[in-house]
């Protein structure tokens, strides 16, 4: 019987020292994360919009060339020839699959995906 609690409080233990280091691992990769999504997305967005860039300039050129715009709880973005491109997110085999499309001004034609 001592043998099983020893055996059943070093699982423990050691469950709990692997936890602490995930989290750990987790809160300070989060913020690196966050970033790297954000400026994958502006890219893809970019180049959706057909608009070069340079990767140092990547936020200078989004800032100055795309309007992101929310309206009845849709977020699309607006390039500099009028076009809108919308993010479009649906469930795959394993995992999120996501993409971008961009429309016409006159929001039935599609300029590209």
């Known amino acids: 019987m001592n043998g099983k ?3 059943i409080l070093f699982i423990v233990i050691l469950g709990s020292i692997c936890t602490a280091l995930l989290l750990g691992v987790k809160a300070f990769t989060h913020p690196v994360i966050e970033l790297y ?3 994958t997305l502006k890219s893809a967005i970019l180049q959706a919009a057909g608009i070069d860039y340079s990767h140092g ?3 200078e ?3 100055n060339n795309i309007v992101k715009k929310t309206e ?3 977020v699309f973005y607006l390039t500099p020839g009028g076009s809108y491109i919308f993010k479009l997110e649906g469930r795959g085999l394993w995992g999120m699959i996501t993409g971008l499309v961009r429309l016409n001004r006159d929001l039935e034609t ?3 995906v």
Do not use: M, P, S, V
Request: charged fraction near 35%; hydrophobic fraction near 35%.
């Open 5 to 7: 609690l020893k055996d």
């Open 37 to 39: 999504e954000q400026r």
């Open 57 to 59: 300039l990547l936020e």
């Open 61 to 63: 050129t989004f800032n």
């Open 72 to 74: 009845g709880g849709a």
């Open 110 to 112: 599609i300029e590209g």
